[in-house]
C-alpha cells in the first residue's frame, strides 16, 4: 500500500489562544483520509539562527524540524504580522531552512491571518519563493485580514467566507502534489 501523503502546517504565532492556529486546526479537518497532517509544535524551542552552529553543532531542534520538512510532501504556513513585519520567531525558522534547502522546489500554501497582514504577507512570498525556491502557487496564498472578526469565542472559524477561501487554498496545494 503507498504511504499517506503528509502535510507539515507551521504557524507564526507562539500565542495561546492563536487566530493562526485555530486555522491550521481548520485546515487539518479538510485534510482527505489518506493524508497524515500535523501541526508543527517546536517553534518556540528553535535556538536563534546562527549559520556557524551549522558546521557540526546543528542543534537537534533543527535537525528534527529539517527531517520534519525533508518528509512533508507540502507544507502550509499560516501567520500573523508583527510591527509590519514577519514574526521573529518564525523569521527564525525560515532562516535555519536556507542552507538545508528544506524547501526547495517544495509544494507550499502561505495564509497570513493578522489585523491587517500585508507587509508580512508579501514579504513571506518573497522569502519562501525567491530565498528559499519554494513552490508557492499564487492561489494557494491567502490575506485574511481582521482575522479576529472572523473567529467565534471559542477558537473557530466561522465566517463563510474565510472559510470558503481556505478550502480553495488547501484544495490548490493538494493538486500541487
Ligand atoms: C506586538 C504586536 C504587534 C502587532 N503588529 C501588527 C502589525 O504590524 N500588523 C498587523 O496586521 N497586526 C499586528 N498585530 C496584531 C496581530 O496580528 C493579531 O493580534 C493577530 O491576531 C495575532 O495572531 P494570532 O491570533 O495567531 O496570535 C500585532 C500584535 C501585537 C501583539
Redesign the pocket.
Known sequence: MPANKSVLAI?G?L?AG????AILRYLGGLAPADFDYVIYDGLAGLAHFDPGLDAGQTPSPVIELRQLLANADAVIICS?????GVPGSLKNLLDWTVGSGSLEGKPLALIT?????Q?AHAALQLILKSALGGNLPADATLLIPF??TKMDGGGNVVDIETKEALHQVFNVLLTAL
Open positions: 504557524s504565532s500565542r492563536s487566530s493562526n492556529h500573523p504580522e508583527y510591527a509590519f491571518a493578522s489585523t491587517g497582514g507587509h482575522v479576529r
